[in-house]
């Protein structure tokens, strides 16, 4: 496989909101409330793009996955319930998914690690992320790579786990 990892561009909107789609009806099918209430949507997804934090996954020239990728900004992370690591620069990592025809293959974490050598690229070494108490996958994923847990913060009025790691310099 050759995957890369790479701004996206306004065209491929239509593929990664088929791709977001296909991640909140198996949210739903996994029983977690994540993603149920009209967000992310294909606003968001333009957004991110317009922003220059929407970034794609690849295999050859065929979109995979998506994330949002935003450097030291997220004002709902000032506000946690716990304590982050650091209190230095960082990345946030929002909006993972993946293709429902690349499941099961470890992309999500190939999703965060080449989010770890971008922070590393710009000299950034933590990389913050949350999830709902109940997206079991994303949970497992953030254990396996060694986040640690933080405590809560608050997005968009719901309660939210939070992780940070820290990168070797």
């Known amino acids: 496989m050759n995957y890369n990892f790479r701004k996206a561009t306004p065209s491929e ?4 909101w088929t791709i977001i789609q296909q991640a909140i009806v198996r949210r739903k099918n996994d029983g977690s409330q994540q993603w149920q209430d ?29 994330a949002a990728i935003l ?23 929002h909006r993972v998914a993946i293709s429902d025809n690349y499941i099961g293959k470890g992309l999500a974490q190939k999703i965060f690690l080449f989010t770890e050598d971008l922070a590393i690229e710009n000299k950034i070494f933590s990389i913050k992320v949350d999830t709902n108490f109940d997206n079991i996958p994303m949970l497992k994923i953030l254990e396996k790579l060694g986040y640690s847990y933080c405590g809560e913060v ?13 990168l070797l310099k």
Not at 53 to 65: E, F, K, P, Q, R
Not at 71 to 93: D, Q, R, S
């Open 13 to 16: 909107i239509p593929q990664i």
């Open 38 to 66: 009209g967000y992310p949507n294909e606003d968001v997804i333009k957004q991110d793009i317009t922003k220059g934090i929407g970034y794609v996954l690849t295999d050859d020239n065929t979109i995979i996955g998506y």
């Open 71 to 93: 450097f030291n900004e997220e004002p709902a992370y000032e506000l946690i319930k716990g304590t982050w690591l650091t209190n230095e620069e960082f990345v946030v990592v």
């Open 154 to 166: 608050s997005f968009r009025g719901d309660a939210r786990k939070a992780f940070e790691k820290i």
